[in-house]
Structures are given as C-alpha cells and as structure tokens.
C-alpha cells in the first residue's frame, strides 16, 4: 500500500510538469482533429442516416411515439445524436489509450527513469512488435466485452460500473508491459506481474473510473449533443491528461518495484540505483 500511494502521489506530481502537458497535446492533435474532420463532414449525414433507421422500425417508432406523448418531441430529437456519441465515445477512449500507449509511454518512461532510477539497468525485456500485438489483442477482448455487456448497462448501476471497469482492464494489460519493457528482462517482468497483480488491477481500476469522468459532460444537458464534434475532441484531450497520469503511476510503481526486486536478489546494478524526490512544480519539463 505504501508504494501504491507513493507511486500515485509522485504521478500528479509529474503530470504538472510543461514537458508532460505538453506530450498530451499530440494524441489530442491527431485523434481530436480527426473527429473534428469526421464530424465537420459527417455529423449531420449520420444523424440523418440513424433517424431514418429509427424510424424505418415500426417496433421503435411506436416507442419514440408513446414516448413523445409523455416526455415530449424533444427527446425524438435528441434520440439519434445520442445514439451517434454512444459509438463515438468508446472509440474515443480506445484511441485516446492506445495513442498515449504508444506515443507518450516510452517518453513518460524515460523521463522517471532519468529522475528517480539513472543508474537502473535497461534490461531491454520487451519488443515494440509484442507491444503492438499484445496492446491490440486486449483492445479486441475489451471491445467485445463492451458489446456483450451492452444489455446489462439498461441496469443503472452497472451502467457506472461495466464499462469503467473494462477500460480499467484494458489499461492494466496494456501499461504494465510497456512501463517494464526497457528495463525488466523477460523473468522480471512475469515475477513483477505475478507478484503485484492486484495493486496493478486496481491502479488499472481507478484509472477506468476516472477515465469516466469526461463523459459526464454528455449528462450536463441535451443541448451539449449540438456540439458534439468540439465536445468529443475536448474529451480526448481529458482522456489523455487521465491516461498519462496513469501511464505515470504505472511507471513509478513498476520501476520502484523492480529497483526494491534487484536489490532482494542482490543484483549491483540495483543497489547502485537512487530514488529522487520530485522537483517542485515550477521546475523545468
């Protein structure tokens, strides 16, 4: 529990610095302009497109009918865009992970090791390619988990619980190997997993929860769905503030815990290795 929330502490810290903030506006820039080019082109032909299918359905039709009469025309209308920002968001928040996995990760960790662990050995355990595939093959799990759970979600309180916690998977498996991947070999990095397996889940856990958060702003109100293009973009870059400061945490968990591993063993190069406090935050990125 201590390096749990000495890890944690110590990745707020760093998601303050300009070279972290700075490092979010990438996958922001190509996931969040591509929504934007998307919903430039695209918006008002898929709303059309969804309520025509709607509509299309005599079985959902009698039931957006029964509901005007009680709720009113209004919810008609929404009915489609909400539809449209259900399939957009999780796709958001999958490429929003995987773009940080990929583009800020390997920086992220080279910034801790150069702070905290300099003298730390890079075992150089892990494959770009095993990277790829391995952050590929959860992404398809996660997503069918999602498309499977999709009936249990008309429960309220699952709703808040499912897809969180299958974002919080998602992270767990993807993170934890590319954290360890330049410094663990292949035997450290299986004995780390093994041995930190419920402190990892639950690092992965609360970052699916508080990846959750962005999308609390489609509940603020209907009219939000009129901006739906700029608010999506927004989310990605929320998703991708919560992603790094996960990405952070994973990497100082992980690395103290391989440090705390080579010192047990005896191995030279990790008692050589020290642990840096943090710089105060007006410190330069």
Do not use: N
Not at 2 to 27: G, N
Not at 257 to 267: P, V
């Amino acid at each position: 529990m201590k390096l749990l929330l000495d890890s944690f502490w110590r990745a707020a810290a760093y998601l303050m610095r300009p070279r972290v903030l700075a490092l979010t506006l990438l996958p922001l820039l190509i996931a969040g302009g591509l929504f934007l080019v998307l919903g430039y082109f695209f918006w008002e032909p898929a709303v059309a497109a969804v309520r025509d299918q709607l509509e299309s359905w005599s079985l959902i039709d009698a039931a957006l009918r029964w509901l005007d009469t009680y709720v009113g025309a209004s919810f008609r209308a929404v009915m489609a865009p909400m539809i449209i920002v259900a399939l957009a968001v999780p796709v958001a928040v999958v490429m929003s992970l995987l773009l940080v996995a990929l583009l800020m990760m390997p920086a992220l960790v080279s910034l801790v090791a150069e702070r905290r662990f300099p003298t730390l050995e890079r075992k150089r355990g892990g494959r770009l390619w095993e990277s790829a595939w391995r952050s590929g093959l959860f992404t398809l799990v996660a997503m069918v988990a999602l498309i499977l759970t999709v009936p249990l979600w008309l429960v309220p309180p699952l709703a808040l619980i499912i897809p969180p916690a299958i974002w919080g998977w998602l992270t767990a498996q993807v993170m934890t190997y590319d954290a360890l991947a330049e410094h663990a070999s292949l035997e450290e990095r299986m004995g780390l997993q093994r041995e930190h397996r419920w402190p990892l889940l639950l690092i992965g856990l609360i970052s699916g929860f508080l990846g959750a958060a962005p999308s609390l702003i489609w509940a603020i109100s209907a009219m939000t769905l009129i901006l739906a293009p700029l608010l999506i973009a927004v989310s990605i870059w929320l998703y991708t503030l919560v992603f790094a400061f996960s990405c952070l945490w994973f990497v100082h968990y992980l690395l103290a815990a391989l440090q705390k591993a080579r010192a047990r063993s005896g191995d030279a190069t990790a008692v050589g290795a020290v642990v840096l406090p943090p710089e105060p935050e007006s410190a330069q990125g």
